[in-house]
Structures are given as C-alpha cells and as structure tokens.
C-alpha cells in the first residue's frame, strides 16, 4: 500500500480564519513533508518532519504551523493567510534517509478569499 | 543551489508514438525520480532510479539513471491518450542530501496532438 490520504480535497478560506490541512499514512514511513505547488510550477518544499520531529523549515511564514502528532499523522495549521498563498499544497512521506522515493497524497486546493 | 533542465518544456502526443524526456543537471545526484501528476491531484511516483547506468522499466515506461550521475531520461513506448499530464525527474542530492532534498525538474507537459 503506497497511499498518502488528504482531507479536505478543497478549502475556501477568508484572511482571518483558522483552519487545518491533514494527512495521514499507513506504509511505516517515519519522514514526513508539506510542500506548497503554484499552477504550472513544480513542488516546493515546505516542512519536513523526521521521527516526528521537525527537522527541516524552509523559511515559510509563521502564519503556516505544522504539527506531527503521531507517525502516521501530520497536519498543517494555517490562520491570517494572503490571498497569495492559494495553491495545492502536497504532502508526501518516505524512509528516513537521503535516497528513498518520496510518495504524494493528492492533495489540499487551498482558496484564500 | 542544485538545479535540474528537465526537456522538452511541452510536446504534442498522438496515440501510438513514442515519447522521450530527459533531464540534466550541474550537480550529481544518487537518486532520481520520475513522477507524472494530472491536473488537480498529487504527483505519482513512476519510476525510481538508485545506481548509476540502471536502466528500469514499468509498463511502456523506461527510464535510465545516467552514468554520469548528472542526468536521467524516460521514454513512453506506443503513448495512450491518459499519458497526457506533467512528468517531472526529480532527484535527490548527494551532497547536502539531508532529508528532504528532493530538488524538482519544471515539468514536461505532454499534450494530445489535435
């Protein structure tokens, strides 16, 4: 089993909400990622969470908050977003480590209005 | 930073054809990926490549770990309408490759000839 759920599938949000992007899998992984895909563009990375712990923030604005809470879960906290931060946003897991295949959920369209 | 010229930028498919992408790169890398994403939905991986000169197959889909390091390709034999999408190559680093670096080719988008 290869599969990395996300929920929701889209999200309307104002500027002034607070609302959590969430996503779990079940193949043992114990890295965990968020990255942020504009149209047309490829993946950037955002967080990335070995053995539950953060270990990797590529400089992304405090107003996004991740959270590991167990192996197998990782959210993602958004409160006072820009109407520039819609996008797809992805998260994957894989074996710890430098060399192991990195697997995607389908990810969250995130509408900020 | 590590960089990867995926190319071409767009091609035009009709049914049966043969497809080939490659991409290249400045910096070695000890990992490459080749991922197709249709719109709206998350990358899926296609192919994984872990030694220099391996050549590995899924399906229609080959693809080649250069023995350079620096670069990869995929070819798609006898292409079908549903392998319209984006491909990316990804790979990871040698260097700096700490968990997570998994630096992104731009994307082949291939399209259905009209």
């Known amino acids: 089993d290869t599969e990395v759920t996300q929920t929701p599938k889209h999200l309307v949000m104002g500027m002034t909400n607070k609302k959590s992007l969430k996503c779990e899998q079940h193949?043992?992984?114990?890295?965990m990622y968020w990255y942020k895909q504009k149209a047309k563009k490829p993946p950037e990375l955002m967080f990335v969470?070995?053995?539950?712990?953060?270990?990797i923030n590529e400089s992304v604005p405090s107003r996004f908050s991740p959270e590991c809470p167990n192996s197998s879960l990782l959210n993602l906290h958004l409160h006072a977003l820009q109407p520039e931060d819609s996008a797809l946003y992805l998260c994957?897991?894989?074996?710890?480590?430098?060399?192991?295949?990195?697997?995607f959920g389908p990810g969250t369209r995130l509408t900020v209005t | 930073g590590q960089q990867l010229n995926q190319s071409p930028q767009s091609m035009f498919i009709q049914e049966g054809e043969d497809v080939s992408m490659n991409c290249t790169s400045s910096?070695?890398?000890?990992?490459w990926l080749w991922y197709k994403q249709d719109p709206g939905e998350g990358p899926v991986l296609l192919i994984a490549l872990y030694k220099a000169g391996e050549l590995t197959s899924n399906g229609r889909l080959t693809a080649q770990f250069g023995i350079t390091r620096k670069d990869s390709f995929l070819n798609i034999s006898a292409s079908i309408p549903s392998d319209v999408g984006i491909y990316f190559c990804?790979?990871?680093?040698?260097?700096?490759?700490?968990?997570?670096?998994?630096?992104f080719g731009k994307g082949t988008k291939l399209s259905v000839k009209p």
């Open positions: 910096s070695i890398f000890n990992t």
């Open positions: 994957a897991s894989s074996q710890v480590g430098a060399s192991y295949e990195q697997y």
């Open positions: 193949m043992g992984h114990r890295a």
């Open positions: 969470y070995s053995y539950e712990k953060l270990s």
């Open positions: 990804a790979g990871l680093g040698l260097y700096g490759g700490s968990q997570g670096n998994l630096i």
